[in-house]
Each structure stands twice: as C-alpha cells, then as structure tokens.
C-alpha cells in the first residue's frame, strides 16, 4: 500500500511540474500535466519490470548497457571527423548512442544467468540467503506424506517452498469427482497444514509462476533454478528430467531405500498375499513399508498369510522386489 502511494505521489509531482514548466513548448498546461503523468507512469511500469529482473540479470544488463554506451562513444568520434552535415551527423551519433544501448541492455540482460554474483566477494551474499538451502516440494511428495515426518525429524534443513501453483494442483485434485484422487488431494492439503502449524519449520508459499509454461514439473525446474535450491519428490520421471536440466533433487524413495534393513537370500518372513502376480501361479503381498514380495506357488493363497523364504532382492530405481518361495509343513516347495 505505501509502494502504490508513494507513485501516485510521483505521478502527482512529475505531472504539477510539467503543468508549471511547460517543457518542449506545450503551452497548454493541462497537456503538458498529462505529458508528465504518461511519461511518469512509463517510468513506473520500468521500475516494476526492473524489480522483477534477478540479481544476475540485473548486473548483466547494466553491465551491457554501459559497454554499449562505451562502444556508441567510439563510434561517435568516428562519426564526427566524417564529411557530413552536422543534423546528419548529430542524428547518426543518436541513433548509434541508442542502438547499441539497447543491444547491450537486451543481450546484457539476456546472458545475466551466466554470471556468479558470489565470485565478487560478500557484497551480494546477503541477496536471499535462504534460497540457496532451500526445498522445492512437488505435488506427490505432498501427497505422500512422508516429507512431513522426515522434516519434522529435522533431516531437512532451510526453507521449505511451496509453489502457488503446486497448491492449486492439490486443489483440483482435492475436487474432483473421483473419490481416490478427492482423496489423494485432501491429504496433501493435510501435509501442508500439519508442516506449516509446525513452528520449527520454516514452510513458506511463494507467488512464483512461469506462465509461458503449463507443465507444473517443467515449472517446478525453473523455479528451482531462479532460487538455486533442490526439488524434494519421489516422481521417477521428474527425478530424470531434473538431472537433465541440472537441478538437484532429493528423491524421498531414495532414501527410502537406504534406509530399509537389508534382506537376504534365506531368511524367513511373514507376508499377506493380496492378489496373484504377473507368472503363472505367484501370488504378491506387500510389507509394512510398501516393498513388494512376490511369491511363488502362492496364487491359492490369496488373502491368507504365509510363511515365506527369500530367494532374492531385486533393487530398481523404482524400488526394492522380494522373491521368495512358501513353506508348508516346515518345509520348502520347490520353486517352479
């Protein structure tokens, strides 16, 4: 509200100036106010354009702007020793004085991301200081849940950011007519609530966007770049499309993984069997933590549990498979 006040204020000025003044020869004072309100409205919508700018843009484009200028100078010397009369040779050294101000403010600007503001010293470490630890979270990794404990563990140091558009992914999910996805939906909402009502977390919701992209994943990226942070999922594809643009990622199945005890051929375990596998005659059942178990000779044994032998792991990107055989009366079957 005082940033809007304070341009009304200058819009005020800049236009009773020109009323007074009358600059440019308008003798109309009214025309010249309106003059000086349009002039200073296009100052104010530079100065919005200006702020949205990145530090690394920002010093690109006046580092662009300020060479091209110099290199406009150059040519100008050049210019005014030429056999031309001197309006040509006065609107020549504009248009260069212009042109290649803005080629350098444009290409400046453009090539800005490819600067290291930190390499000058602790003059820009205080820009945002916070972002360089910070936590992207995307749509599943809210929706599964586990985020919430392992934050709350304090394994997740620095700010935990939520796009606005990753929140209003939840919300169509969380309206829609399906009733596991409604589901799916509500939950994520939950995580949310619970991470932020939790004051050791710093959980912060940004306005972000990039509207010339409709991807929220391809979103997601950017935003993670433009803030120098990592993206926090457990989506496989967004884990190698990241990779692909060189965004770190946190994948929460990883270290999932790593965390899981260590199952070896021969040992002996108990497994619901749910529903019967892909080969013929396996039945599948999951543990506690969502690992899949496929067992052989099982798929009469659906809804029952079973006393199981392992007979190997297989770990994937994906996650971890157990295959194992049953036991009956003490002893093995063979495996088929």
């Known amino acids: 509200m005082d940033l809007i006040l304070i341009r009304l204020l200058f819009v005020a000025l800049f236009a009773g100036v020109c009323y007074f003044l009358h600059p440019f020869g308008m003798n109309n004072g009214w025309e010249a106010a309106g003059a000086g309100a349009l002039a200073a409205c296009a100052v104010i919508v530079f100065e919005l354009r200006v702020r949205a700018l990145s530090l690394r843009r920002l010093i690109g484009a006046v580092a662009g702007s300020v060479l091209g200028i110099f290199g406009a100078a150059l ?35 453009s090539k800005g991301d490819l600067l290291n503001p930190a390499a000058l010293g602790m003059l820009f470490t205080g820009d945002r200081p916070a972002r360089r630890s910070a936590k992207v979270l995307d749509t599943s990794v809210i929706i599964d849940g586990r ?26 999910v969380a309206d829609s007519t399906d009733s596991s996805k409604r589901q799916r939906g509500r939950r994520g909402l939950d995580m949310l609530q619970r991470m932020q009502s939790n004051a050791n977390l710093h959980v912060e919701i940004v306005s972000d966007d990039f509207p010339s992209i409709r991807e929220v994943d391809l979103k997601l990226l950017e935003l993670a770049k433009k803030w120098e942070a990592k ?27 790593a965390l899981k005890p260590v199952v070896l051929p021969g040992e002996r375990m108990t497994v619901v069997v749910l529903k019967e596998g892909k080969e013929y005659n396996q039945g599948v059942g ?37 295959f194992g055989k ?9 495996t088929a």
Request: glycine letters at 6%; a negative charge; one cysteine or more.
């Open 326 to 334: 049953m036991e009956e009366n003490g002893r093995m079957s063979e």
């Open 231 to 257: 993206v926090v999922t457990n989506d496989f594809n967004l884990n190698k499309v990241a990779h692909l643009h060189h965004v770190e990622v946190l994948n929460i199945n990883d270290l999932a993984n």
């Open 147 to 172: 985020i919430a404990d392992i934050a709350e563990t304090g394994f997740i140091d620095g700010m935990i950011v939520v796009p606005e558009f990753v929140v209003r992914e939840l919300q169509v």
């Open 286 to 322: 999951y543990l506690d933590d969502g690992t899949m178990v496929v067992v052989d000779h099982a798929r009469r044994m659906i809804g029952k549990s079973v006393d199981i032998s392992v007979t190997s792991v297989l770990q994937t990107a994906s996650g971890k498979m157990i």
């Open 75 to 109: 040519f100008c010397l050049v210019l005014r020793s030429a056999p031309l009369a001197s309006v040509n040779s006065a609107a020549l050294q504009i248009f260069v004085l212009l042109l290649m101000t803005y080629v350098g403010l444009l290409v400046g600007a």
